[in-house]
């Protein structure tokens, strides 16, 4: 069996399912990873949920950092190989890997000298929930570097055509993940008890073997990574490349964080539980985006190898096959989030006057789910074409008006609701603006037929 897939030849539904399937796979373990850490989490309290979930946003925060990295070393690898340019390949892999270490070890360096002040920003209302979201922001933000690689090498193996590795690693840190947790969380044999910071420990444990797993594998490769020496420098020209495709990227990612950072202290106005609430609905709701976000990291090799190989006619029977084939897994998510909204929050949450705030959030949040893929399968398609900025541009003003509905919803009747409906009615828009968008540049290329 090819550990690569032929992204310029060939069936493109066959193209690619295989390589979507196993970025799908993994996308779904790195989801088991926090609903594996939500649901030992739980089982504390929703106080210790409110914890994880404030400091968690630092981490999320910091995936945004990593596009300048990870987009940039991908689109610029898929269309060094589609115009068959080794060479340039294996540079921008080399910088790809070597920007990504220097990002890590300055997001960890200020995610410890501002603790503090980074947390008090939510406004939080207990001591003892501060208290254990500094520590586990101090250990999942100070060793960032572990997750900052996994992306970085994740981003070049998609764009090489291999996803199977980042799959097989991700699948070796759920285990580790899995083991890890309750032993940390709860203290059990010889460690002691760490709640909120042994969750925090279980993940950076497991980020670690997933990087250790990638690096023994990476050794393995043919195409690109046999090449790569990374103490060899790589010209500067090439950084300046990268940043500039993945820029846009990361503003539109930290940017989206920052506006649920913002979200999250107006939530807060109802109390910590109303944050635990979010934290563990964002979660639960992650079955559905992660899935078109790995998606649509499959697409993004598709569409920049076929780019730089000039077939435009594989680009559009390409996207066009992928929103059939997303459709279909948003319309499940969204029967399975307002169907099932009560039996899957209970999971996580026990807590009897928790439970109807986040049957509501799942139900609300359920009836945007298409319209999420849609735009998350495109964005990967446009970055393929490196038009990152069209992506951010369109992202960052219709997320942007999730604060100004919030606030308007809000201070109706629906009141903490008015908030999910905000984020259900960005979605709605992010969705139809995204595929028209997509459909309007497929109409501008030429019409080179390849096949």
Not at 55 to 73: D, E
Not at 126 to 143: E, S, W
Not at 146 to 165: E, K, M
Not at 322 to 328: M, Q, R, S, T, Y
Request: net charge positive; glycine share 10%.
């Amino acid at each position: 069996m090819r550990k690569t897939v032929d992204l310029l030849n060939g069936n493109i539904v066959k193209s690619l399912t295989e390589l979507a399937v196993p970025i799908m796979a993994t996308s779904m373990v790195q989801m088991a990873y926090n609903l594996t850490d939500m649901a030992w989490i739980g089982r504390i309290g929703s106080a210790a949920v409110t914890s994880v979930g404030a400091a968690g946003m630092y981490t999320w925060l910091s995936q945004g950092v990593v596009m300048l990295a990870r987009m940039g070393g991908q689109v610029k690898v898929a269309h060094s190989l589609g115009e068959g340019k080794k060479k340039k390949a294996v540079q921008y892999g080399r910088g790809a890997i070597q920007l990504a270490i220097v990002l890590a070890v300055i997001y960890g360096i200020i995610m410890n000298l501002f603790t503090p002040q980074l947390i008090g920003f939510f406004g939080l209302q207990t001591d003892k929930i501060v208290g254990d979201a500094v520590i586990y922001l101090r250990i999942a933000g100070g060793l960032i570097i572990f997750a900052y690689l996994n992306q970085t090498l994740t981003g070049l193996f998609t764009a090489i055509g291999n996803s199977r590795v980042p799959f097989t690693a991700n699948c070796v840190g759920l285990l580790c993940n899995m083991v890890m947790d309750p032993i940390l969380i709860f203290g059990i044999g010889p460690f002691p008890r760490m709640e909120a910071a042994g969750a925090a420990a279980a993940t950076v444990m497991a980020q670690a073997v997933v990087t250790f797993v990638m690096f023994l594998m990476a050794k393995k490769d043919q195409i690109l990574f046999n090449k790569i020496k990374l103490w060899e420098k790589t010209p500067f020209p090439y950084f300046v490349t990268m940043i500039k495709i993945g820029l846009p990227t990361s503003v539109q990612d930290m940017l989206y964080c920052t506006i649920s950072m913002l979200l999250t202290r107006m939530v807060a106005s109802w109390g910590d539980t109303a944050v635990a609430v979010q934290r563990v609905g964002g979660q639960i709701e992650s079955i559905s985006w992660m899935t078109a976000e790995g998606f649509g990291t499959a697409l993004n090799a598709f569409v920049g190898q076929n780019f730089g190989g000039k077939k435009y006619d594989r680009i559009r029977k390409g996207y066009f096959t992928a929103a059939g084939l997303i459709a279909v897994w948003g319309l499940f998510t969204t029967g399975l989030l307002v169907f099932l909204s009560e039996p899957i929050f209970r999971i996580f949450i026990h807590e009897p006057e928790v439970i109807p705030h986040g049957v509501s959030y799942l139900k609300i949040i359920g009836y945007g789910q298409l319209f999420m893929c849609v735009e998350l399968m495109t964005v990967g398609a446009l970055a393929g074409l490196g038009k990152t900025f069209i992506c951010s541009a369109i992202s960052i003003t219709l997320t942007s008006s999730r604060i100004p509905l919030a606030l308007l919803f809000g201070a109706t009747a629906l009141g903490l609701n008015g908030i999910w409906w905000a984020l259900t009615t960005s979605s709605i828009l992010k969705g139809i603006t995204f595929f028209l968008t997509f459909v309007f540049i497929l109409s501008r290329l030429p019409d080179k037929k390849t096949e």
